[in-house]
């Protein structure tokens, strides 16, 4: 219980065998090198929806993006020198790179948002059409419990970056944002079919 694996991710569950008191018969251990090195080669970093809410940043995957190394820009964001054009975006695994433009297709709530992975370099040959950065986000679902969330996110001018000429265009005391959002998933048949909504 309480094991998290986030997205591309391999992760260790070390446990200890304690004496039973049944007959298990004969048991055989092994302890052989694996074959294939699980550890990952990729450069990567995934970001979650609980890093983004306690960090000032904007409420888009596209923020989420920015953050990885070696990302340079914002949105269709350039990677390792490579163009803009080069990347590919996944959501839940389905590529919904813009087949004319060669960037995003696609565009949501943050709040229907888990995590999202940024590929940036050396990753697996199943992520092919790509020299630049491979976009991986993995959307919220429903459970067998219902649960919801209507945050509100608040920005004056003190929290924008900006330089000193910019005061004197903008009254400080006028200048704000607030930005609500709303999500709620649940079940409708229990362990079988759930829902999710969010705006």
Known sequence: TDIVVNIGETERVDFTLTEGT???GEITVTAEAPLLDTRRTAISETITYEFMED??????YFDAMSMAAGVAGFGNVYTHGADDTDNVFLVDGVDTTDNATGTFGLNFSYEAIQEVE?????????YGRATGAISNVVTKSGGNEFH???P???????????QSQDRGAVDEEEFYEIEPGVSIGGPILRDKLWFFASS
Do not use: C, Q, W
Not at 152 to 162: A, E, G, R, W
């Open 148 to 150: 919801g969330a209507v």
């Open 118 to 126: 940024m590929k940036t370099g050396a990753f697996e040959a199943e």
């Open 22 to 24: 049944g007959d298990l």
């Open 152 to 162: 509100v996110y608040y920005t004056n001018l003190d929290m924008k970056m900006h």
């Open 55 to 60: 960090i000032p940043t904007g409420r888009s």
